[in-house]
C-alpha cells in the first residue's frame, strides 16, 4: 500500500476465503472520537445509515435480508444477508451487487481511549475493486463527518480524484 492511500487492497491467495481465492480484499480502519454506541448506530439504524451511505431496506438482525439503495435512484443497490450481529461489536454482511459475484462485508468496532476503532473488510472483489475501494474511502469520510455532526464530503468532488492511485494499486496487488 503506498502512504498516500487511506486503506489497502491484496490479492487473495490459494485456500484463502474459499471460493474468493484469486479475488480481491479491501481493508479500511478508523478511530472517531465517538462511543462504540454512537458508532454502533450510525452503521446499523436506517435513518442515520441513510445520512451517510444509502436507505436500508429491512432490519439488520442475525439472518435478516436487506437492501441498500444508494444514490438518487433505485438503480444503484447492494442485497445483503446478515450473517452476524454482535451488537455494539462486529457486523457480517454477504453482499451482492447486481451483475458481480457475492462478496463479504466484516465491521468489527472496538473501544479505544477517546472513541471506537472501526475495522471494515470487503472480501470477494474482481477486477472493480479499485472502485469499491474508492467507495469505501469515501463512505468511511461521510461515517466520520456524521459522527463529528459535520458537513459530508461531496461524492462527484471525491470519488474522481481518488480513483486512479486505486487503480495503481489495484496494478500493484495484481503484479504482487
Known amino acids: 500500500m503506498t502512504s498516500e492511500l487511506p486503506?489497502?487492497?491484496?490479492?487473495?491467495?490459494?485456500?484463502?476465503s474459499g471460493p474468493d481465492a484469486g479475488r480481491y480484499a479491501l481493508r479500511f480502519e478508523r478511530t472517531y472520537a465517538?462511543?462504540?454506541?454512537?458508532?454502533?448506530?450510525?452503521?446499523?439504524?436506517?435513518?442515520r445509515l441513510e445520512r451517510w451511505i444509502g436507505a436500508l431496506l429491512g432490519d439488520p438482525v442475525a439472518g435478516g435480508e436487506l437492501r441498500l439503495v444508494m444514490g438518487d435512484g433505485d438503480e444503484q443497490y447492494a442485497d445483503l444477508v446478515v450473517r452476524e450481529c454482535a451488537p455494539r461489536s462486529a457486523l457480517e454482511l454477504?453482499?451482492?451487487f447486481p451483475g458481480?459475484?457475492?462478496?463479504t462485508v466484516r465491521v468489527r468496532l472496538t473501544p479505544v481511549e477517546g472513541g471506537t476503532r472501526l475495522l471494515l473488510d470487503h472480501a470477494g472483489l474482481g477486477t472493480n475493486a479499485a472502485n469499491y475501494a474508492c467507495g469505501w474511502e469515501y463512505f468511511?469520510?461521510?461515517?466520520?463527518?456524521?459522527l463529528a455532526g459535520a458537513e459530508l464530503p461531496e461524492?462527484?468532488?471525491?470519488?474522481?480524484?481518488?480513483l486512479?492511485?486505486?487503480?495503481e494499486e489495484l496494478a500493484a496487488a495484481e503484479a504482487g
Open 7 to 16: 486503506g489497502a487492497v491484496r490479492r487473495l491467495g490459494p485456500g484463502e
Open 34 to 47: 465517538a462511543p462504540v454506541e454512537e458508532v454502533w448506530s450510525a452503521i446499523t439504524e436506517p435513518a
Open 94 to 96: 454477504g453482499r451482492t
Open 100 to 103: 458481480e459475484a457475492a462478496g
Open 140 to 146: 468511511v469520510a461521510a461515517l466520520g463527518s456524521e
Open 155 to 162: 461524492w462527484d468532488e471525491y470519488f474522481p480524484g481518488r
Open 164 to 167: 486512479d492511485r486505486w487503480r
